[in-house]
């Protein structure tokens, strides 16, 4: 596996909510405020065409209704996913995975990709991402971070890029979570940070593996948990904090 690729700060879905979530345009305004790491939702369009949205359904970030994953690549590239946000952001289309590579390489960002399976596409998705990014990154140099919340997806990206770091998000703390995280050869856990403190931190590291949280966006949360020695936090503030310091 190749060698871990986040930074300490890392902004979620592009801008957090300053522009719409999962969009480039998202990501440029991220940029703007100096961030130089992101993170993604991914899924599969009918067509297999890896695409970002977080949710399994369109209507929160769109005009549109019904499951995104349904829907042709043809279809999905058409529909407007910035208005909801803001009318300076109507029209802003939904980027495909494809898209995003060519703007993160570009800039030497770093980028963690959440595997966001249409419930029922697991594995596929997760095999067809690792896929992906294998051929999208192929000869730079440095590689993506994967995560899921989806044990399986990780599996599929495993078993079709298993050089790509992975890392096993957590919203609870389920039996045998740290023994399906080290099956699944993963480098890092990332939790909701309000599972996480100085015992968890230290029962990650030594296990071997990173500690990070999300969405972590008020200021005196994220110094309690740099203060209990996490190594990296995702977040929505990112005209709030600042990734350099």
Same mark, same amino acid.
């Given at each position: ?59 929160? @970030? ?6 995104? *994953? !349904?829907?042709?690549?043809? &279809?999905?590239? %058409?529909?407007? /996913? +910035? #208005? ?33 399976? @249409? ?6 998705? *997760? !095999?067809?991402?690792?896929? &992906?990014?294998? %051929?999208?990154? /192929? +000869? #730079? ?105």
């Amino acid at each position: 596996m190749s060698a871990w690729p986040m930074p300490f700060w890392v902004a979620h879905r592009g801008a957090g909510k300053l522009a719409p979530e999962n969009t480039l345009a998202a990501f440029r305004e991220g940029a703007r405020h100096g961030w130089h790491a992101f993170e993604c939702d991914v899924k599969l369009s009918a067509d297999g065409v890896p695409f970002l949205l977080h949710d399994a359904t369109l209507q929160r @970030t769109t005009p549109e209704r019904g499951i995104a *994953g !349904e829907r042709s690549w043809a &279809e999905l590239a %058409r529909i407007d /996913a +910035g #208005a909801w946000h803001s009318r300076a952001y109507a029209g802003e289309p939904i980027p495909s995975l494809d898209a995003l590579a060519r703007y993160v390489l570009a800039n030497r960002f770093a980028l963690n990709i959440e595997i966001k399976p @249409t419930p029922g596409t697991e594995r596929h998705t *997760g !095999e067809v991402v690792g896929r &992906e990014v294998r %051929r999208l990154w /192929a +000869g #730079a140099g440095s590689l993506p971070l994967f995560s899921s919340f989806q044990p399986e997806a990780l599996a599929g990206a495993q078993a079709s890029a298993p050089e790509v770091p992975r890392g096993l998000l957590l919203d609870k703390l389920t039996d045998g979570w740290l023994d399906t995280a080290l099956a699944l050869g993963c480098q890092a856990v990332i939790t909701n940070y309000a599972l996480m403190d100085r015992a968890l931190v230290e029962r990650l590291h030594g296990a071997g593996l990173k500690a990070l949280v999300y969405t972590v966006n008020d200021p005196a949360a994220a110094q309690w948990l740099i203060g209990n020695g996490v190594d990296g936090i995702i977040s929505d503030a990112v005209d709030r904090f600042s990734p350099a310091a």
